[in-house]
């Protein structure tokens, strides 16, 4: 049985006190450990960006990807070895800016991995740019006189692109988002669980107060197989921003479309292929 201190390495976090990646980050770890999950059977893709840096503090197989590129990293790692448990990690803007189309096309394989995002509507690590997730008017570095733009919606993108769980859950509500990470990895295909996470450094409009102000947790009536439902509510932000597991569906996953489940995973077949043939033709 796995312990929250197999976790860790002994690398000190960068993050600012009071930051909501800790609450991810110690959410995450209580999930693996609540789920029995080994550090070895694990694999963490981090993006750039503030979220990112928690590569060097979290302990598990992990790779630090390019800012947007963590899903075909992710992708390619849970196709060479369906047994491993695939987490992708991003901010809003690496997820949703610089990922855009990678976030979209992910969602219509169905693989069976989980995508969280670190969504604090900001681009932080570079100082507070606007992300696509600031609302529009929001004061940023780079837009002094209010963003122009719309915010996107993110959610709705992903339930009609197909992702088969789509969930949003509160940095610090360490329980509910325990709950929703079980879930998430437990579920047989792409699931998605956007996280609400204060940067208390550079975001001061979207602040815990105004969090608790704004969200609204789905209840025990909330039907997440109704699609059409799910799609108009995950478009509300200052009307009740919805926490939960707002979509759910059963659909084969991209494994089962190539079988892989049933075959021996490709990091273990021995000389399935000899690429030295093949970079001969490049080198
Ligand atoms: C392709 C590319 N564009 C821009 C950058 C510069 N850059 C590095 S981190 C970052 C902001 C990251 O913001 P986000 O993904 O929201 O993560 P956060 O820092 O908020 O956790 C940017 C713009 C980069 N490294 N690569
Ligand atoms: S700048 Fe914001 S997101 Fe980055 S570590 Fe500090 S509080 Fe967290």
Redesign the pocket.
Known sequence: MPKLTDFITTKKS???A????FGIWAAIKQTFVELNIEPHQAVNIFDI???G?GCNWFRCYGFHSLHGRVLPVAVGIKLANPKLKVMAIS?DGGALGEGGNHFMHTCRTNVDMTYII?N?Q?Y??T??QMSPESAQGMKTKSTPQGNPLVQLNHLQIAISAGATFVARAYAFDMQELTRILKAAIEHKGFSIVDIL???????LINTSSWYTDHMKKLDDTWDPANKEKAIQISGSWDKGIPVGIIYKEERPTLEDSYSLNTKEPLTQQVHAYDVRELLKEFA
């Open positions: 960068t993050w600012c009071g930051c909501g990646n960006g503030c979220n840096n901010g670190h604090n900001l932080s690590l100082t507070g996470q204060p940067c208390v450094t550079l975001n």
